[in-house]
C-alpha cells in the first residue's frame, strides 16, 4: 500500500510538470513569445523570441519539451506500477522500448533545433 501511495504522488508531480511544461509550449503557441527562466535586464521583457536571441529560445524552448516528454514518462512508470501493484506481475508492461524511442525522438528533435538555430545565427 505504501508503494502504491509512494507512486501516486510520484504520477501527480510528474503530471504537474507535463501540465506546467505544455502550458507554456502552449502560451508560445500562442503570442510567440517564450517565458524564460532568466532574470529580465534591467528594464526589460522576461520573454524570449526566436528572432531575439535564436540560441537562449532553443535552449529554452528544449527545457520545456525534455520536461514535458520527462513528465509524461513519469506518469506512464506511475500508471505502470500501480497496475503491477493492483493486479499483479503477470500484466506488468514493459516501458523500457518506449523509453528508448520517445528519449531517441526527444534528442533528434531537440538536436535538430539546435542546429537549426544555430545555422540561422550564423547567416
Known amino acids: ?17 507535463a501540465y506546467v511544461s505544455s502550458d507554456r509550449l502552449l502560451e508560445w503557441y500562442r503570442t510567440g513569445q517564450l517565458v524564460a527562466h532568466k532574470k529580465p535586464v534591467l528594464g526589460g521583457p522576461d520573454v524570449l523570441t526566436y ?3 535564436p540560441i537562449g529560445f532553443t ?10 516528454t520527462m513528465g509524461a ?3 506512464l ?6 497496475l503491477l501493484e493492483v493486479l499483479g506481475p503477470q500484466y506488468l508492461v514493459d516501458l523500457q522500448p518506449t523509453y528508448q524511442l ?14 537549426v538555430a544555430t545555422l540561422n545565427r550564423a547567416a
Open 1 to 17: 500500500m505504501r508503494r502504491m501511495a509512494t507512486s501516486l504522488l510520484f504520477g501527480a508531480f510528474m503530471g504537474l510538470l
Open 51 to 53: 528572432s531575439g536571441d
Open 59 to 68: 535552449i529554452e524552448f528544449d527545457l520545456y519539451l525534455f520536461l514535458l
Open 73 to 75: 514518462l513519469g506518469v
Open 77 to 82: 512508470m506511475a500508471f505502470r506500477d500501480i
Open 102 to 115: 520517445v528519449m531517441r525522438s526527444y534528442w533528434l528533435l531537440a538536436g535538430s533545433l539546435l542546429i
